[in-house]
C-alpha cells in the first residue's frame, strides 16, 4: 500500500508526495504539429514563456482538454494556432520527463493544410514564423534558440522525410 | 513587480505561484547520452518510473548536479548507468515542458566507449537493453513501449546518421 499525500492541486499542476518522499507532479498530456511548406520549413510558432523567462520558438501546441482525444486537440490547436485545419497522422508518444511528472506528449504530423481559424486562448499571444529545421537545430545546440521537446522531436522527424525525398 | 509565492520547495520540485495564477515547476536541468553499437543499435536502460506507473525505455539520462556542466554529468551518467566512458559532443538541448516547467535537457552523443564504471544511486534499478532506433521509435506510436523526450529526440538523431552513413 502506497501513501500519497496532495500537497497542491491547481489550474494546470497537481503535486503528490507518495511515501513521503517521492515528488510527483501531474498535468494533462498535450499535443505537438509537424508543418512543412513545400519547400520544408517548418511552421512554428513564438510566445513568452513565464515558466523559462524566454521567448521560444516551438511547434503548435497545447493541452488535451478533459475529455478530448489526442487527435481532436491537434486539430483544434493547429486551428487556434495558425489558423489551419489538416489531415493529421501520429509520428510518436513520449513522456516529457518521467523521473517526475506524468505528462505525456502526443506529436503529430499535418498534411494538406486549409484555412480553418479558431480563436486563441485569452491569455495566449502568438508570433507565427517558417523556419528550416535544421536552422532551428542549429540554434537550439548553440543557444540562440529557446525550444522545446516535441518541438525538436518534429524538426527531428522533418529531416528524416526531407532526406527521405532526396 | 511579479509577486511569486513559493508554495513547496522539496527534494527535487519546487513549486512557485506567480502572481497568483502562474504555477510553475523548478526543476535542476539534466543530460541524456546517444550511445549507438557499431550495428547502430541504441543504448537504453529499463527502469521504473514511479510518476508514469511503468517501465520505460530511456537513453542513459539524469540530472545535473549543482555546480557541475552538462558534459560532466552526462560523463557521469554513462559511467554510472553502463559503465562506460567516451567522447562526448552535445546534439541538441531543449525544455522538456516549457508551459509550466523550466528543466533543460542536453543531449550528447557519445563515440569511443571505453569500460569505466561507478556506482549507481542507492534508489536506482536499471536494467541494460540495445535496440534499433526505429524499433523504439514504431514501439512508442504503437503504445507498446514508454519512453521520454531526449531518448526520442536521440533515436531520431541516430536515424539521421545512419542514414547519412548508406
Given at each position: 500500500?502506497?501513501?500519497t499525500?496532495?500537497?497542491y492541486?491547481?489550474?494546470?499542476?497537481?503535486?503528490e508526495?507518495?511515501?513521503?518522499?517521492?515528488?510527483?507532479?501531474?498535468?494533462?498530456?498535450?499535443?505537438?504539429i509537424?508543418?512543412?511548406?513545400?519547400?520544408?520549413?517548418m511552421?512554428?510558432?513564438r510566445?513568452?514563456r513565464?515558466?523559462?523567462?524566454?521567448?521560444?520558438?516551438?511547434?503548435?501546441?497545447?493541452?488535451i482538454?478533459?475529455?478530448?482525444t489526442?487527435?481532436?486537440?491537434?486539430?483544434?490547436?493547429?486551428?487556434?494556432e495558425?489558423?489551419l485545419?489538416a489531415?493529421?497522422?501520429?509520428?510518436?508518444?513520449?513522456?516529457?520527463?518521467?523521473?517526475?511528472?506524468?505528462?505525456?506528449?502526443?506529436?503529430?504530423?499535418?498534411?494538406?493544410?486549409?484555412?480553418?481559424?479558431?480563436?486563441?486562448?485569452?491569455?495566449?499571444?502568438?508570433?507565427?514564423?517558417?523556419?528550416?529545421?535544421?536552422?532551428l537545430?542549429?540554434?537550439?545546440?548553440g543557444?540562440?534558440?529557446?525550444?522545446?521537446?516535441p518541438?525538436?522531436?518534429?524538426?527531428?522527424?522533418?529531416?528524416?522525410?526531407?532526406?527521405?525525398?532526396q
Open positions: 500500500m502506497s501513501a499525500k496532495t500537497i492541486d491547481g489550474h494546470i499542476v497537481k503535486l508526495l507518495e511515501e513521503g518522499k517521492w515528488e510527483i507532479v501531474r498535468h494533462a498530456d498535450a499535443v505537438a509537424l508543418l512543412l511548406s513545400e519547400g520544408g520549413e511552421k512554428l510558432v510566445q513568452r513565464r515558466a523559462v523567462d524566454a521567448d521560444t520558438l516551438e511547434a503548435p501546441a497545447g493541452l482538454d478533459e475529455g478530448e489526442p487527435e481532436a486537440a491537434a486539430r483544434r490547436e493547429l486551428q487556434e495558425v489558423g485545419d489531415d493529421l497522422t501520429l509520428l510518436t508518444r513520449f513522456y516529457t520527463s518521467p523521473g517526475f511528472c506524468d505528462e505525456q506528449l502526443y506529436v503529430f504530423e499535418a498534411k494538406n493544410p486549409r484555412e480553418s481559424r479558431l480563436p486563441l486562448d485569452e491569455d495566449e499571444e502568438i508570433e507565427e514564423v517558417w523556419m528550416a529545421p535544421q536552422t537545430l542549429d540554434g537550439l545546440r543557444g540562440t534558440v529557446q525550444s522545446s521537446s518541438t525538436v522531436a518534429a524538426a527531428l522527424y522533418a529531416l528524416q522525410r526531407l532526406a527521405g525525398q
